[in-house]
């Protein structure tokens, strides 16, 4: 039981109504909001929500005409910062807070759907071309708005981000203002240290756009170099705002860091309970410190008690297995190497890098560089493996890959956080897509590992034994895996393995990955034991390819072939398996039945996510029961 | 029958033997070949290979350590003046020079399978990211080589160009030199007026490049710049070129092009006889002039007598055909906006942008940021349509589609260029991966017309009937038609239409599109006369949705189930017949079969292409009659 706490919607009202340190004041309350949403949600990102919030509260506070003008953050993972404002200001939905990476709560990046969200943002690169659109727009329909947009630092690294620039002074976009919360550090490490980004105020210079630079928490030098440039007639502007990742709570800015020190701690992830309260207690200091000074009231807070989330029972962790694997092939052999778009912890690279640092590259947050540059390795003799989550390296780099699959070169892709969970980040990084983004890459073998053993056959399967390029689609929470896969188990190109065989049998599942064939095995078992239906239960980790004598072996005697996507139908593993069927044609009467994604991820715990989109085991089972009645 | 000339191998060896103006010579003599190469070819990058000429030929002559150090083009269209200086140096078969754009010959793009490519191009922006993967490996594995990358200019408008400097500084990469051809002019206009570039040489300066700059025809000052660079230690080094596009044919010279022109002639295609003649006859002067200077022989040309390729019969036009539906929808919808990426002319999108000028946007080869600016757009009310060539618009953007797609506005992207054929700019361009890369974003319809009318349907339906996203698969190549819609025949969801229906059915077989379309109604015409099978002929033209009600009264009676898809097997719309085929659950004996790509499309004639792939009428009703002997 953990007592969290938050300052309540009157006291927003009352330090509002205040003349003095209001914005001060306002921005360390949404501090406090800030980390009570993302502690209560057990994630979420602190460092960016904190070096930008004194730069929103003030936007918000005294610049913005609402519902006419624009703010948006085009990095989007600061937005519980920007909720904190919003729920604070009485724009958005107080009770919200409460509900941060919650089912129809508040998406772990923004949406649309939720009221003051001006578009999607959350992979990184696309807020000024977004910008540009919606002046494009408002000079058509003769709106008067700007647009304000904010961007991270190391967003920077993105190819979008420059390829934005120039058209914007071409046509004269003077309604633009973007800010870069220059707070030094990426996800992993030192912006300076993965891709320098050089003079920015000279770069920016050279593109046409109007500059300024200042502190970023002193907000009077803010408001004068916002003045400064508007008085600039008809060139979009860009604002480098040098800021404090981390800032308001000592302990979490990055100016606090040992110097030796590579890793910045608060970028995303809740804090514990003990960092939680050192936190708040900082904050609440410095909010009543003022508050005393003006000679108002302390600040009222109220307390939550929270349940914490039940723990899981010796679950695996397929990153963990992916990163042993890796430096056990990389001792092996000696022209493998790694590449990263800084993501270095949450791909298990840390260990490979200190191992073989001459043999690993960190790219940045630059996927297509990143791929060509594997595209390059290859061609002169190395073997890359290239890691980012799944979501950006199916897509953004998607014609890179195909590149370089055109000139026949073995380059092994891994993506992380692959499928619908966790459920928190929203749907930018649920990464349901990317078995039909890169499914059809000649000769490009996908697999997905459904525990840690798997992982190391699969890592073992591409290294050693495919000839071609392969993608590796890994979960990176950790599950519970309720099977074993059979003490000779080897993978062999399209085919799988049975994980229950009952007697009788009604059906078949045919699924994969550590997620769902869990739910498929407990399902099969709801549907024994309180339908008196016997399926089949299949590991099946080949996701593109399929061999149809296996699969006329796996399906014999079956009436219906299930088949379960962690992934939309369409493009996924359910239609490789009904179109093969479809190929030996069936017996009569026997039909596939595919469950998977038909709508865009919700965002939400992990299991709300799973039982919205009916992926959980009741719901399957609940569902195949109800085919079998018809 | 036209009369081609080319200068023959034995020449080259006697320039390469001459003291005085031998790179001179030896560019001219290249620039001869070239146009010998594409005029023959029919189609072909004569602007960008002119410009580009002198330096090529100047790396290899004066620079290059053959066999270690490495050269190559990252815009890769102007490949025909490469091929023409390697034939020339003897360091690959003379003889392919008659084969450009054929069929196992040299590809219209770059590919490794001809010797002397180092990686395959054409899609921009990757060539700085593929030098700087070679150079990490050549690091690792002490090879001791220097890269040196052509870029076009209108190629600095694509984002991953930018994001691939600053890490070449980081890592002092000294090894590389990146030459700048700017010779001002992009596919279809000005450079500076579609996006300028601004000041070049602060902007690379500010990444932190050792920068020079000259005049790319004065090949003294390229060497005295190139020499200053080196000796700068560690930095990687880029020159700007300002050259010529069309250098060496004065009427091809883009400086020859009068201040109100915007379209610059010579960037793609063949020229004509009458031009190609007069522009041959300029270039003989250059060399002959030079000969005669030095006291040596007029240059001796070989002539190959050439027949013109049969002209087609009537064909219809599907850009033509859209280029008219959309100015007709413009004038109905004043929210209608257009976008496009440096393709106006091959999308079809002239009379819009003649028509609507404020209404059009140029945004350049910078398809993220279009798409983007495309979803800021649509927020704001706008209905965006966005152009490029499907094979880049599927992939490059890919992510970008997607996110606009969770905003849940509506825009029709417009892919051209779509599918095998053209076979002749090769696998860069043959757009047949993106059905797959693009089916899965959820609510995307996706249609590929038939034919020109089909074209009108289709642009009124995503326009007045769709309420969400829309993906338009164009072909871009004059087609004959042998069927026709019928005359009550409008658009409805996952239905298509009969276009034969034999009394006796042996079989149906579903296609799309003026290429394949006609290919199954030829095959089925050959199978009936030949074999005495009787199939269904069917036009499906939606691509990622089927009925499955439609789809089983049109395979009722028939025991095999053919699909034809101008896409790769994986992800197309084979796949989605034999899947919904195997939820509807096959009677016994019923099988689907589905024909499509296998492998990565070959370069060459349409009639090459189309039979190596065992796609034309002739491949296919053999194949298929194969299946009935069974």
């Known amino acids: 039981m953990t007592d969290l706490y938050f300052v309540p919607a009157e006291e927003f009202r009352r330090i509002l109504s205040l003349r003095d340190y209001k914005t001060e004041l306002f921005s360390n309350c949404c501090r406090i909001n800030t980390l009570y949403a993302i502690k209560r949600a057990g994630s979420g990102h602190i460092g960016s929500s904190f070096s930008s919030l004194d730069i929103v509260a003030w936007l918000f506070l005294n610049k913005l005409r609402l519902g006419q003008d624009v703010y948006f953050s085009s990095k989007g993972h600061d937005v519980p910062g920007f909720y904190a404002v919003a729920t604070g200001l009485g724009i958005l939905d107080f009770e919200l807070i409460h509900r941060l990476r919650r089912l129809h709560g508040l998406p772990g990046h923004p949406d649309v759907l939720t009221p003051q969200i001006a578009t999607n943002t959350g992979s990184l690169g696309m807020g000024i071309s977004k910008a540009k659109g919606m002046v494009h727009a408002n000079r058509l329909l003769g709106n008067d708005s700007k647009i304000y947009v904010l961007t991270g630092d190391g967003e920077l690294q993105e190819g979008q981000f420059w390829e934005s620039l120039p058209s914007a002074v071409n046509h004269h976009l003077h309604e633009i203002t973007v800010i870069v919360d220059h707070n030094k550090l990426q996800s992993d490490t030192w912006v300076s240290k993965v891709s320098d980004l050089g003079d920015l105020e000279s770069k920016f210079a050279a593109y046409g756009w109007a500059v300024g630079r200042c502190q970023g928490h002193d907000l009077a030098a803010f408001a004068r170099v916002l003045t400064e440039l508007e008085a600039i007639g008809d060139r979009p502007k860009i604002i480098i705002a040098d800021t ?159 590149n370089n699959a055109t000139e026949k070169t073995k380059i092994i892709y891994v993506g992380s956080l692959a499928g619908l969970l966790p459920g928190g980040p929203g749907h930018s990084h649920q990464s349901v897509r990317d078995i ?10 996908m697999l997905e590992p459904s525990c840690e053993q ?163 085991a009741e719901s399957l089972a609940a569902d195949i029961a109800n085919l079998y009645q018809i």
Chains 1, 2 share one sequence.
């Open 244 to 402: 404090i990742k981390g800032k308001g709570v000592s302990f979490m800015e990055h100016t606090a860091m040992e110097p030796d020190q590579k890793l910045y701690r608060f970028h995303s992830g809740a804090p514990d309970d003990s960092t939680y309260t050192r936190a708040l207690q900082e904050l609440i200091e410095q909010v009543n410190r003022l508050l005393e000074q003006i000679g108002a009231q302390p600040l009222h807070l109220e307390r939550v008690n929270i349940e914490p989330n039940p723990s899981l029972n010796d679950p695996q962790r397929l990153i963990t297995a992916y990163s042993q694997a890796l430096v056990k092939q990389g001792q092996k052999h000696p022209n493998l190497v790694v590449l990263d778009a800084d993501l270095v912890l949450d791909c298990g690279l840390i260990p490979f890098s200190e191992k073989f640092p001459e043999r690993f590259f960190e790219c940045g947050i630059a996927e297509q560089d990143m791929i060509s540059q594997a595209g390059g390795m290859a061609l002169k003799g190395l073997l890359p493996i290239a890691h980012s989550f799944a979501c950006f390296l199916s897509t953004r780099p998607n014609e890179q890959i195909y």
């Open 454 to 616: 798997e992982v190391d056959l699969a890592l073992d399967y591409y290294i050693n034994k495919a000839s071609g390029s392969c993608y590796l689609r890994l979960v990176s929470i950790p599950c519970e895996i309720p099977y074993q896969l059979p003490p000779d188990y080897s993978l062999e190109s399209g085919k799988g393995v049975m994980l229950t065989n009952p007697a009788k049998t009604d059906g078949v599942i045919f699924g994969y990955g550590p997620i769902l064939l869990p739910q498929a095995y407990y399902a099969a078992k709801i549907l024994q034991q309180d339908h008196n239906l016997h399926l089949r239960v299949v590991n099946l980790p080949w996701l593109n390819c399929l061999d149809p004598h296996w699969l006329q072996s796996m399906i014999e005697g079956c009436s219906w072939i299930f088949t379960l996507d962690n992934h939309y139908l369409i493009g996924g593993q359910g239609d490789r398996i009904a179109s093969v069927s479809a190929e030996l044609g069936l017996s009569p009467f026997v039909k596939v039945k595919k469950f998977g994604l038909t709508s865009i991820p919700q965002c939400g715990q992990n299991h709300e996510v799973l039982k919205y989109h009916r992926l959980d």
């Open 436 to 445: 039909s983004a890169l499914g059809a890459v000649p000769g490009l073998i």
